[in-house]
Antibody, heavy 122, light 107 residues
């Protein structure tokens, strides 16, 4: 089955750290660029950033709201994507989704995980 | 950042109605626009990419049109399972911004 499964969410204190994972199956994980998108409870969607593939040297891009605090990485041998969250604040409370960038000409996120919830609270 | 403004934010329509949602971009994005459907407790699901290309497996009652700056998502004959929130997203530049969403309710 083609799918993405996130894990690692939970309750974290302000200023703390958390590492999210996203495991892929059913497709060649090393090919696509992978993105993270978050959604605050009852609100809309916010793009968090992207990590490209090996061919593109695993280049990363970050939303301004997380730059310098969040770090993306991937291990193609484990079909896994990671989001390291540091110095979190209440504004980082959200459902976090990993999403697959579609192969051209599909310029869109054509596969999403179910999400993992992160709650920042003391 | 490119801003996407969807209208309306909420609409209520009957089964069989034709429904149109608009997404306006703050600057030119060509045809680099996608539409997603999100049901409660679920991840978004890709409906349309490239402004007008239907994603594989998506019912043909969904269609997209337009080019920067105004785009539309049309449901030709609303079905009960179409009750959801719909988002547009631009793929021209980072950050890959989303519209604020349009909630579609079935009367």
């Amino acid at each position: 089955e083609v799918q993405l499964v996130e894990s690692g969410g939970g309750l974290v204190q302000p200023g703390g750290s958390l590492r999210l994972s996203c495991v892929a199956s059913g497709f060649t994980f090393s090919d696509p660029w992978m993105d993270w998108v978050r959604q605050t409870p009852g609100k809309g969607l916010e793009w968090v950033g992207r990590i490209k593939n090996k061919r593109s040297r695993y280049t990363t891009e970050y939303a301004a709201s997380v730059k310098g605090r969040f770090t993306f990485s991937r291990d193609d041998s484990k079909n896994s994507l990671y989001l390291q969250m540091n110095t979190v604040t209440a504004e980082d409370t959200a459902m976090y989704y990993c999403a697959r960038g579609g192969a051209p000409p599909i310029h869109a996120f054509d596969l999403w995980g179910r999400g993992t919830m992160v709650t920042v609270s003391s | 950042d490119i801003q996407l403004t969807q209208s309306p934010s909420f609409l209520s329509a009957s089964v069989g109605d034709r429904v149109t949602i608009t997404c306006r971009a703050s600057q030119g994005i060509g045809s680099s626009l996608a539409w997603y459907q999100q049901k409660p407790g679920k991840a978004p699901n890709l409906l349309i990419y490239g402004a007008s290309t239907l994603q594989s497996g998506v019912p043909s009652r969904f269609s997209g049109s337009g080019s920067g700056p105004e785009f539309t998502l049309t449901i030709s004959s609303l079905q009960p399972e179409d009750s959801a929130t719909y988002y547009c997203q631009q793929f021209t530049a980072d950050p890959r911004t989303f519209g604020q969403g349009t909630k579609v309710e079935i009367k």
